[in-house]
Nanobody, 118 residues
Framework: QVQLVESGGALVQPGGSLRLSCAAS????????MGWYRQAPGKQRELVAV???????NYADSVKGRFTISGDNSKNTVYLQMNSLEPEDTAVYYC????????????WGQGTQVTVSS
């Protein structure tokens, strides 16, 4: 069984910064990628950023230049540094792990709340 534990969500003022962390544990085989998704009230879950085991990254257009995803393969951990936060970034942020040669197995964390408000 695979577990993902997220941390770092909080209430922050516009323009502020937060760092999210997600640690994967359990029976993990062949990590393909880890990433962050978010879901705001009344909206669908959307990709924020993803990093492959080889270090390639991809970002949603709305966060490019403000968010940075990084990973520590030795710890099966992924981070999301979020700078210049905007009220539109308010959402529950979910960690995602994809395993297997093609990343066909997908696992989700329980989510962490990020609220950007003055």
């Amino acid at each position: 069984q695979v577990q993902l534990v997220e941390s770092g969500g909080a209430l922050v003022q516009p323009g502020g910064s937060l760092r999210l962390s997600c640690a994967a544990s359990g029976r993990i085989r062949s990590i393909y990628a880890m990433g962050w998704y978010r879901q705001a009230p009344g909206k669908q879950r959307e990709l924020v950023a993803v990093i492959t085991i080889g270090g390639s990254t991809n970002y949603a257009d709305s966060v490019k230049g403000r968010f940075t995803i990084s990973g520590d393969n030795s710890k099966n951990t992924v981070y999301l540094q979020m700078n210049s936060l905007e009220p539109e970034d308010t959402a529950v942020y979910y960690c995602n792990l994809k395993t297997g040669a093609l990343g066909l197995s997908s696992y989700w964390g329980q989510g962490t709340q990020v609220t950007v408000s003055s």
